[in-house]
């Protein structure tokens, strides 16, 4: 079956600029999680959304970052005013939710670079 | 969850060996995950272990657990070159978010 996609798979753009990336998670899967990775690092939890609402947004680094999923189903981070400190490969993950533990089921992520 | 610390920071070996790599955590767990991340594939969860078990295996891996000394160890027998990739441990409490440490990066030469 279809696993989590994401797209774009790289985004190039300057400073200053607003971005969005999408994710589509695992059909039927209630729980979406956004991370982001710098090189040599980990993955860094940015926001967990169960079902519509976004469950722990504690992650986010600052105002300039927002997430939605508006239907439950497909997100999009959005970053506003992009800063150099921004670029990093953004990854979805989703999975069953509502009980865990469940494994988390991960995209391929979108590089972003701003310039 | 809590951020699990990997040890060794990176690991190479040679194809057909095997590779040991250790987690230390500091909290109660309730489980404790393994990933794998290489360019190929991405990142994908290799295993769960859970707090009242010692011992898991899925084909080629093995995943000990001790809960008394917080450290976990996952054991990749008869490695391949497609092994070649960076494996992160996580503490898996009751709740959802998965805390990375760096990871040990393994290079299993041809």
């Known amino acids: 079956g279809a696993g989590v996609s994401q797209t774009p798979s790289n985004k190039v753009t300057e400073k200053g600029k607003y971005v969005e990336l999408r994710c589509d998670p695992i059909?039927?899967?209630?729980?979406l999680y956004w991370y982001r990775q710098s090189l040599g690092q980990g993955p860094e939890f940015l926001i967990y959304f169960q079902g519509t609402g976004a469950a722990d947004d504690s992650g986010l680094p600052n105002d300039r970052f927002f997430a939605v999923r508006p239907e439950g189903s497909v997100s999009t981070l959005k970053i506003q005013r992009t800063e150099r400190g921004d670029s990093a490969v953004y990854l979805c993950a989703s999975s069953p939710g509502l009980a865990g533990p469940y494994e988390q089921y991960f995209g391929p992520g979108t590089r972003l670079t701003v310039t | 969850s809590q951020q699990g610390e990997e040890d060794p920071q990176a690991l190479s070996i040679q194809e057909g060996e095997n590779a040991t790599m250790n987690c230390s955590y500091k909290t109660s767990i309730n489980n404790l995950q393994w990933y794998r991340q290489n360019s190929g594939r991405g990142l994908v969860h290799l295993i769960l272990i859970r707090s009242n078990e010692r011992e898991k295996h899925s084909g080629r891996l093995r995943v000990t657990l001790d809960t008394s000394k917080k450290s976990s160890s996952l054991l990749i027998t008869a490695s391949r070159a497609a092994d070649t990739a960076s494996y992160f441990c996580?503490?898996?409490?009751?709740?959802?978010?998965?805390?990375f440490g760096k990871g040990t990066l393994l290079t299993v030469n041809p």
């Open positions: 059909s039927g899967h209630t729980a």
């Open positions: 996580v503490e898996g409490g009751s709740n959802y978010k998965l805390t």
